[in-house]
């Protein structure tokens, strides 16, 4: 087994972990902070990275971490894994199940391998580099015959995290999509890679919201880049378009584009 292999094995067990201990929570009258963002956090969050960490640790001590909650270590390594324990944690304290558990492998600064898991309904998607895109288990692919902008489903986690330019590019770009929808956080990737939606459009990302998510649209036939479309790395900068094949993604990209 090679080495990203090995580690996307492993992957699916640090994914089992987390997810144990947000079953735990969900639904439960636990409390939050706000973060220096203003974003919420919760003990799930810190317990559900840390006994991810622990097992890095354990198995990987060489490799890197960028996780949301715990920061950065080791982060020039071969390999780091970049972490969000729950993306969407206000659906989490709201008790909507549409958070998911990301886990991505960069190689090189460049996603090669993810998983978004949805631990209450125990939906998995992963895929990467060389690596099938899965839903448990079961082959996946992004919607490939769908080009048209005009009939597409465009997800994004919400109106209001666009502002100034990157609203009116976002607002061209719902207003010429056939259905705006909104609150699926990490879930909608899945969406896309699955073939059931068509574009994800958002900005003010952080790596451990896209990393997982763009290893498995692009294992399963789609393409996701930034605004300028150019490919994702770690130092990319949170403007984010994922699409389910490369012509719809080129119709869409020109009309954010537009000036």
Sequence with gaps: MDDLQSRAAFAHTLADKAGDVLRRYFRTSIGFDDKDDASPVTIADREAEAVMREALAAKFPDDGILGEEMGAQHTDARYVWVL????????????????????????????????????????????????????????????ATKSKLASALLYST???????????????????????????????????????ADLVCECDLKPYDWCAPAAIIEAAGGIITDWSGQPLTLKADGRVLAAGNAALHREA???????
Excluded at 178 to 196: E, I, M, N, Q
């Design 84 to 143: 969000d324990p729950i993306d969407g944690t206000k659906s989490f304290i709201s008790g909507k199940p549409l958070f998911g558990i990301l886990i991505g492998i960069a190689e090189a600064g460049r996603p090669t391998f993810g998983i978004i898991d949805q631990p209450v309904t125990r939906e998995r998607w992963a895929g990467g580099k060389g690596i099938a895109a899965t839903l448990n288990g079961a082959p996946q692919s992004s919607r």
């Design 253 to 259: 990209l020109a009309v954010i584009q537009e000036r």
């Design 158 to 196: 919400s109106p209001y995290m666009f502002k100034g330019a990157d609203r009116d590019a976002f607002e061209r770009l719902a207003a010429k999509s056939k259905h705006p929808l909104f609150g699926a956080d990490c879930y909608a990737y899945g969406l896309v890679a699955s073939g059931f």
